[in-house]
Structures are given as structure tokens and as C-alpha cells.
């Protein structure tokens, strides 16, 4: 099992980001999202699909349409530049290879 | 509010074991999933395996057997230990809280170990 993500995605200030993630997990297992910043734990972002946690931006949004989950950062801002990681869980845990956001 | 740290040695020889030690404050080890997660350097995150607070373990396939964790709970403390190390261990090795709902929702700092002669 794989999870497949676009190695960047480059926005400007105020622009939206889409973040895609595809692979067979997507289908059968919610999808958690992770932003990583240098030298720093991952942090949660999106948990099963589409939930925030407190504390993160209502800027950000997710979806899994059954074969590709998608986060969504609506007037993207340099504070959320970094990694992103898309995660599936079951028995096992799978992290996509991630995606680095840049907005500039 | 849980806080985990991480604690070992930096440096393990090649063919050796690594073991680290994870601390765990303010939540109880006992009723939740706890995990190792590791990540080499400009990589993506790889999970290792998880432990519950009651022993049961899950370990990630990739990793053939060489994956051992255990939890003591009058220590508040679960632990990693990865044998027959090569240089691909070498990584930055997290312990997390794993949440039924949130899954990976606390996490420690991160402690690096290097696998060198």
C-alpha cells in the first residue's frame, strides 16, 4: 500500500492550496493530516477526513471522495508553509510522502 | 495536556540494538495506544509499531521482526528497542500518543539517533 502525494505546491499570499493524496487506503480507511514545520513534531491538522482539531485555522478544510482525500488551505499565509502528510490508519499506519507547501 | 519525551542513546553501533525510552506526563499510559515514529532525515515519517497500555503490540511489517516494544506503567514509560541496526535506522525517532479519533494527537520533541561505527 502506497499513499501518493505531489512533492510541492507553490501558492501565493491570499491564494487557495489544494493538497492531493490517492492510493487504495483512501478508499477503506480515514484520512489524517499532518503539517510539519523544520525541526518540529508533525502536528494535526485534519483527522477522520475532514475534522479540525481546536486551535488550527478555519482556513483549513479536507475531503475524501472514496479515491483521493484532498486538503484544502483557503488564503493560504506564509505561516503555513511546510510539509504536509497524509496518513491512513488500521491495524498498520501508512504516511504519504509529503508535500511541501510554499507560499510566497 | 500529555506530554511525551523521548530519551537514549544518539549513537549506536552497526549491528547493535537501539533502545529508547519514552516518558510519559499528564494522561494515563495505562487506558490509551501508544506509538514510535521515525523519520530519516528529508524523509517522510515511517511508523513503527504501537503498544497498548495494557501490552498488546502492533509492529509495522517493513521492519522483519527486529521491533520490540514494552510499557511500564508504574513508570508512566514505554519502550523501543530495534535490533540489528544498519545506517538506514538512522533517523529522528518520535514517540506519540495514538488517539482512537485524532490518532497521532501528542507527540515528544523527537530525539535523533545515529547508527555509526
Known amino acids: 500500500y502506497e499513499l501518493t502525494q505531489p512533492p510541492s505546491v507553490s501558492v501565493s499570499p491570499g491564494q487557495t492550496a489544494r493538497i492531493t493524496c490517492s492510493g487504495d487506503a483512501v478508499t477503506s480507511q480515514y484520512v489524517y493530516w499532518y503539517h510539519q514545520k523544520p525541526g518540529q513534531a508533525p502536528l494535526l491538522a485534519i483527522y477522520r477526513d475532514s475534522e479540525r482539531p481546536s486551535g488550527i485555522p478555519e482556513r483549513y478544510s479536507a475531503s475524501n471522495s472514496g479515491t483521493a482525500a484532498t486538503l484544502t488551505i483557503s488564503g493560504a499565509q506564509a505561516d503555513d508553509e511546510g510539509d504536509y502528510y497524509c496518513?491512513?490508519?488500521?491495524?498498520?499506519?501508512?504516511f504519504g510522502g509529503g508535500t511541501k507547501l510554499t507560499v510566497l | 495536556q500529555v506530554q511525551l519525551q523521548e530519551s537514549g542513546p544518539g549513537l549506536v553501533q552497526p549491528s547493535g540494538t537501539l533502545s529508547l525510552t519514552c516518558t510519559v506526563s499528564?494522561?494515563?499510559?495505562?487506558?490509551?495506544?501508544w506509538s514510535w515514529i521515525r523519520q530519516s532525515a528529508g524523509k517522510a515519517p515511517e511508523w513503527v509499531g504501537r503498544i497498548y497500555g495494557g501490552g498488546g503490540t502492533n509492529y509495522n511489517p517493513s521492519l522483519k521482526g527486529r521491533v520490540t516494544m514494552s510499557v511500564d506503567t508504574s513508570k508512566k514509560q514505554f519502550s523501543l528497542k530495534v535490533t540489528s541496526v544498519t545506517a538506514a535506522d538512522s533517523a529522528v525517532y518520535f514517540c506519540?500518543?495514538?488517539?482512537?479519533?485524532?490518532?497521532?494527537?501528542?507527540w515528544g520533541q523527537g530525539t535523533l539517533v545515529t547508527v555509526s561505527a
Open positions: 506519540a500518543r495514538e488517539d482512537r479519533v485524532r490518532l497521532f494527537d501528542f
Open positions: 499528564g494522561g494515563s499510559i495505562s487506558s490509551d495506544y
Open positions: 496518513v491512513s490508519a488500521g491495524s498498520s499506519v501508512l
